[in-house]
T-cell receptor, first 113, second 116 residues
Framework: DVKVTQSSRYLVKRTGEKVFLECVQD?????MFWYRQDPGLGLRLIYF???????EKGDIPEGYSVSREKKERFSLILESASTNQTSMYLC????????????FGQGTRLTVV | AQKITQTQPGMFVQEKEAVTLDCTYD???????LFWYKQPSSGEMIFLIY??????QNATEGRYSLNFQKARKSANLVISASQLGDSAMYFC?????????????FGKGTRLSVIA
């Protein structure tokens, strides 16, 4: 079974803190993604990576950065957390092959106070 | 511009009836794939069904089928014989290109409620 694991299910951070959201997959997938989910807005892509050390901006990269030093791990970094970054964050991974689905982690509910 | 449009924020269906969830997409790439995911209240994302742009037949997976109309750029999900456990958010998504190193782009979702 493919497993995508996010380091925290719930997280509460203060405004201005640097926040790290970690994601690990165990199926040797080339592609990894970070999405943000808000009610009424669906899933919006923040960043994705199709190889180690490679990253591409998604639709809403402002205020975020990412790191992919190893194939299995993709980290999302909030350099200085703000209240408008309170959201559900979903990590996903997939093979680099047409027609293959993405597998998702359980999500991290981040609250910035 | 929105690449995936789901026009139904919420829908109700009677148990055991069929329901169609709408999805239209926008792309100029001849090679793409369309996906449907289910998200129950637990929050997990469950892959349901896939349709490739070159597939001749509509995809089916158990009670799920995809009504693919390429000329209209629509990929509607049909759930037959609805069950109470089908109550969830449903997301349509697309991946463009033939290389496999592009992301899934999602619509805003449709919340389906199945009534006993």
């Amino acid at each position: 079974d493919v497993k995508v694991t996010q380091s925290s299910r719930y997280l509460v951070k203060r405004t201005g803190e640097k926040v790290f959201l970690e994601c690990v997959q165990d199926m040797d997938h080339e592609n990894m993604f970070w999405y943000r989910q808000d009610p009424g807005l669906g899933l919006r892509l923040i960043y994705f990576s199709y190889d180690v050390k490679m990253k591409e901006k998604g639709d809403i990269p402002e205020g975020y950065s990412v790191s992919r030093e190893k194939k299995e791990r993709f980290s999302l970094i909030l350099e200085s957390a703000s209240t408008n970054q309170t959201s559900m964050y979903l990590c996903a991974s997939s093979l680099r092959r047409v027609g293959t689905e993405a597998f998702f982690g359980q999500g991290t509910r981040l609250t910035v106070v | 511009a929105q690449k995936i449009t789901q026009t139904q924020p919420g829908m109700f269906v009677q148990e055991k009836e069929a329901v169609t969830l709408d999805c239209t997409y926008d792309t100029s790439d001849p090679s793409y794939g369309l996906f449907w995911y289910k998200q129950p209240s637990s929050g997990e994302m469950i892959f349901l069904i896939y349709q490739g742009s070159y597939d001749q037949q509509n995809a089916t997976e158990g009670r799920y089928s995809l009504n693919f109309q390429k000329a209209r750029k629509s990929a509607n999900l049909v759930i037959s014989a609805s069950q109470l456990g089908d109550s969830a958010m449903y997301f349509c998504a697309m991946r463009e290109g033939g290389s496999g190193n592009t992301p899934l782009v999602f619509g805003k979702g449709t919340r389906l409620s199945v009534i006993a």
